[in-house]
Nanobody
Framework: VQLVESGGGLVQPGGSLRLSCAAS????????MKWFRQAPGKERELVAT????????NYADSVKGRFTISRDNSKNTVYLQMNSLKPEDTAVYYC?????????WGQGTQVTVSS
């Protein structure tokens, strides 16, 4: 299993970024996918979840109305559209899948929100 995140970077408060996670090594369309984040000195937290076919999504209260998770099963890719970014969104963002065998993580992509 391989999860490769991309799309992070430095953005000003109020700006937007779209993260991508390219998945391989498992049957992508049969598993829910998640985005987590971890800020310096804090525990890793669940940001958003999308069901296997994309019909159902869930969000942390802190990002509701600003972030949107989606997936393209034809491309084995999950996305996180982040709008109205705040300095407190600064973190390393990780893609995650939990299969019958193990819990898998990507290497993470840094998002920094600062003026």
């Amino acid at each position: 299993v391989q999860l490769v995140e991309s799309g992070g970077g430095l953005v000003q408060p109020g700006g937007s970024l779209r993260l991508s996670c390219a998945a391989s090594g498992f049957t992508f369309s049969t598993y829910a996918m998640k985005w987590f984040r971890q800020a310096p000195g804090k525990e890793r937290e669940l940001v958003a979840t999308v069901s296997s076919r994309g019909a159902s999504t869930n969000y942390a209260d802190s990002v509701k109305g600003r972030f949107t998770i989606s997936r393209d099963n034809s491309k084995n890719t999950v996305y996180l559209q982040m709008n109205s970014l705040k300095p407190e969104d600064t973190a390393v963002y990780y893609c995650n899948v939990f299969t019958q065998l193990a819990n898998y993580w990507g290497q993470g992509t840094q998002v920094t929100v600062s003026s």
